[in-house]
Structure formats: structure tokens, C-alpha cells
């Protein structure tokens, strides 16, 4: 598919040839709710804890005898129904990360490429890589695509405009390796830079099905 190529104006500079499996490919959302999910546990630090009867301090007396005080029986202050006592069954920490087929994860983030793309929400930007770091510039430029949430995928070694973007709340920039499903979908804009089109293209690139190969030959 053909996509137009635009400055930091929004003027169109030129055109780019994108491979329709990555930017074309059918929208799942299914595989937005799967991959998002998954990336939003892994987030999760899983340090809640609360005191078990044996971590709770106090002392293991008997607070007051067996018999004859007309109140239940008990053996120990630090019980789980006294005040103060242990926890049952309360939270401990645990690891909340799992993963996912590295298939479903690509196809979700071609998913959501498309999507936007779909929506006229993907820009390819050639030459916006500022002199220095310009938070001011930046702004002026995600103003020009009325774009002020934005993501913005370029070189890692872009740095000034890493900068640039760092101080504006709602935009954010991420290297080309760190693409992920979730960041494309809270952005409603997507900025990629033209240096890095056809590294993301032969890392998401889909190879054809059989169903697809056999409507070929026929």
C-alpha cells in the first residue's frame, strides 16, 4: 500500500511503499484485550503482604483461662479473630507475570498498527530529528497534526527529540523495538519516523498463509 510521506508541516514530502500485512492486516480485537491484559500483569510488582498468626507480634499466652468466664475459648492474643491478630488468607507477595505466544503478540501490534492507520492516525515523518532538545518545538509540531496525544516511534539514538517530547504529558516516544500494543492503543496519534519504517516492516512482516498461497496458484 502506498502512504504518504509528510515534514514537520504536514506537508507531504514524498510516499512510502508499507506492507499491507503490517499496516493493512485485519483488526483483532480480541487480541487487544489478550496482549494488554498480559502487559498491564507483568507491570504489576506484587508486593502486597499482609501478617500471618505466626508473623504477628504479641505474646502467645492464653489471654485468660479455659473455663468459667462464660466468653469462647481461646489460646493465643495473636489469634485471627482477636484484635491485632493474623490474617487468613490475606495477600502474600506472588509474581503476576506470564507470557504469551510471541505470534498472538505480533499480531496484535499489527492489529493495532492498522487500526490507526485505518482511522488516518499514522503518520510517517520524515527529517524531525531537532538540533537540540526543544520541548516548545515539539509541541508546535503535535499541534500542526492536532495530535497532542501522541506516540511518536523512532531511532534510538534520536535522543533530542526523545527529550523534546519527555516534559509533554500526553505524548510519549519509544524506540522502534519498544513498540507495544498497549502504548499504540492509548495514543490516538501515531508518529513513526521514515528511518525506521522498513526495520519495523521486516519485524512484524507476516508471512503469507496457505489459504493465501493456495488463492495464489489458483
Do not use: C
Not at 504536514?10 to 502487559?39: C, T, Y
Not at 516548545?136 to 535522543?159: C, D, H, I, M, Y
Amino acid at each position: 500500500m502506498k502512504f504518504d510521506v509528510v515534514d514537520t508541516n504536514n506537508r507531504k514530502v514524498g510516499e512510502a511503499e508499507l506492507d499491507d500485512s503490517v499496516f493493512g492486516a485485519p483488526i483483532k480485537e480480541h487480541l487487544f484485550w489478550e496482549v494488554v491484559r498480559m502487559q498491564l500483569a507483568n507491570r504489576r510488582r506484587g508486593t502486597h503482604a499482609t501478617r500471618r498468626v505466626a508473623e504477628v507480634r504479641g505474646s502467645g499466652k492464653k489471654p485468660y483461662k479455659q473455663k468459667g468466664t462464660g466468653q469462647a475459648r481461646h489460646g493465643s492474643k495473636r489469634a485471627m479473630n482477636m484484635r491485632g491478630g493474623g490474617v487468613v488468607f490475606g495477600p502474600q507477595p506472588r509474581d503476576y507475570s506470564y507470557r504469551m505466544p510471541k505470534k498472538m503478540v505480533r499480531g496484535a501490534l499489527r492489529s493495532a498498527l492498522s487500526l490507526r492507520a485505518s482511522e488516518q492516525r499514522l503518520f510517517i515523518v520524515q527529517g524531525w530529528v531537532p538540533a537540540e532538545p526543544k520541548t516548545k518545538e515539539a509541541q508546535r509540531v503535535l499541534e500542526t497534526f492536532s495530535a497532542p496525544n501522541a506516540l511518536v516511534v523512532g531511532s534510538p539514538s534520536n535522543q533530542t527529540l526523545a527529550k523534546s517530547l519527555r516534559n509533554l504529558p500526553k505524548a510519549k516516544f519509544l524506540a522502534m523495538d519498544a513498540m507495544n500494543v498497549f502504548d499504540v492503543l492509548r495514543h490516538d496519534a501515531i508518529f513513526i519516523s521514515q528511518d525506521v519504517v522498513e526495520a519495523l516492516q521486516a519485524k512484524l512482516h507476516a508471512p503469507m498463509s496457505r489459504a493465501e498461497r493456495e488463492a495464489q496458484n489458483v
